[in-house]
């Protein structure tokens, strides 16, 4: 339970430090706080520059069928939480991949380049 809580919080960190470049973020220990200060900034681009928002998206590399159907599937729920959920999503999914492909340092100095 306990190496749970530390992976937990591990990611939301990795998350974080992921985002830093692209959203103007508060850095917390909570996940709800984290996608509800997310959801805000999305629901500021979606008020006042759509086209930014689009190139966030773009560059996160979020999948536009899906963001489409979950779009039209939850009609009524708040889009910006929606668009939040995508990126923490994706942007874990990027952490996750990149882990397993890490190659651990070389042992010695004649190996490194």
Do not use: C
């Amino acid at each position: 339970m306990e190496d749970d809580k530390l992976t937990e919080q591990g990611e939301l960190q990795a998350l974080q430090k992921e985002l830093e470049g692209m959203v103007p973020l508060v850095q917390t220990n909570n996940w709800a706080e984290l996608r509800s200060a997310l959801a805000v900034w999305v629901n500021e681009l979606i008020q006042h520059d759509m086209q930014e928002l689009i190139r966030i998206l773009y560059r996160i590399d979020i999948s536009e069928p899906k963001l489409k159907f979950l779009l039209k599937e939850k009609v009524g729920e708040d889009a910006a939480l929606i668009i939040a959920d995508l990126i923490i999503e994706r942007q874990l999914q990027k952490i996750k991949t990149r882990q397993q492909f890490q190659q651990p340092p070389p042992e010695d100095d004649e190996d490194r380049w």
